[in-house]
């Protein structure tokens, strides 16, 4: 056995499976903030203590007046539309490239998402694209802090203020990411943050609504609690000892759901939360560290974080340029062959997304009343063509990501990464016998 040759062309594998660290990593804080919780009795509630605790901290490390623990990211950004005035009959412009939560979210809310191609290397939105999308219908744009990485929201704020629409941060993957020293996600009129178990800040399940207005973050509040006639100072006079009871009776005023978070749920990220700053700065350097490595080798582009924007990594996505790398080969093919030859070494590597969101069935079969068509508005039947993004396509065609969402860089240490780099390496090196093997195969 050749042991300079990668795994995929009969070499030996660099890692086992045993080498990667699973996510979340739960410790000793995590099990006593959930004892603490049952020990008090008390699972739930509008103004449950564990809830009220994590909110206040969690507005803190984003820089937000106010926070709202939600049962999930998806709640979380209806909150936000929501509390933006997004209505029925809305347009809300939306990246081509995000996960699938981004224009449901919208759906959800009654509005239609309207998508926008986005900047091939960076995955963000096409301000171009945006002001281009802009009708009378148009309500919101939603810009997606991908991957972690804060988006241009100095422009976008710019743009948007000029074209009179709102600001909704989807920052369900960017938690401490931010803009000119700035946090994101309460930036623009409200955001939305995602606490499911492969996030960087994990609770398992739940979201968090954040925003600086007062009326917006009421407007929620009423929205999580099926719309009743609640108050955020109604919490000074909760009764710990009757958790469950009210004060009055309520009125449900406007369209709302059960979209509140649990004690358990707050208890366990509160506890996420005291370790994250340690951990990104963990992951940040990490990334760095494979970065400087990967960006020597010809055709592959490592991400980049524009200045005065940082990144939290909680996905690392790599593009690779045959042209730049000598191959006669499309990017796809030399997508699938890494993809192959790099999960033979032992790799955590993934695609995560294939395709544009438009490509997805219940855009394609427009079945719902929020996607058809409306005068003065999109039309929808050429929006939703996945051909229209060609930016988003070639993005997903040609890059991929490495680490998981079950093993992702944020729980890695320094030696693994340093790990990654050398097989990486090692299949580059050999990439023009790697995409032969694989066409054969």
Known sequence: ?????????????????DSHRLWPILGDEDRRGVLAVLERGILSGSYAPAARAFEARFAEFVGARFALLTHCGTSALELALAAAGVREG?????????????????????????????????????????????????????????????????????????????????????????????????????????????KNLSAGEGGVFVTNDHEAAERANRVRNFGQDLRLDEAAGFDASRPLDGNRSLDSGMLGSMFRGNELMAAVASAQLARLPTLTERAQAN?????SRLRELPGVEPPAAPAGRTSVHHKYRVHLHPEKAGLACSPRQLRDAMLAALRAEGLEAVLWQT????????????????????????????????ERYPRTTRL??????????????????????????????????????????????
């Open 90 to 198: 809305d347009e809300v412009i939306v990246p081509a490239y995000s996960f699938v939560a981004t224009p449901l979210s919208v759906v959800l809310q009654g509005a239609t998402p309207v998508f926008v191609d986005v900047d091939e290397a960076s995955g963000h939105l096409d301000l171009a694209a945006v002001e281009a999308a802009v009708t009378p219908r148009t309500r919101a744009v939603m810009p997606v802090h991908i991957h972690g990485a804060a988006a241009d929201m100095d422009a976008i704020l710019a743009l948007a203020g000029r074209l009179r629409i709102a600001v909704v941060e989807d920052a369900a993957q960017a938690h401490g990411a931010r803009v000119t020293g700035r946090p994101v996600g309460a930036l623009g009129a409200a955001g939305a943050f995602s606490l499911q178990s492969s």
């Open 396 to 441: 997903l065609d040609g890059s991929l990501l490495l680490f998981s969402q079950s093993c992702p860089l944020i729980a890695q240490d320094a030696a693994l990464v340093d790990r990654y780099a050398e097989a990486f390496a090692r299949v580059w090196h050999h990439r023009e016998a790697v995409v032969s093997a694989h066409r054969g195969s």
């Open 1 to 17: 056995m050749n042991a300079d040759l990668p795994a995929a062309l009969g070499g030996r594998p660099a890692l086992g499976r």
């Open 355 to 386: 395709e544009p969101l438009p490509a997805q069935a219940i855009f394609r079969e427009r079945t719902l009343r929020a996607l058809t068509s409306q005068p003065n508005g999109t039309n929808l039947a050429e929006n939703y063509q996945p």
């Open 287 to 291: 990334a760095a560290r494979l970065t």
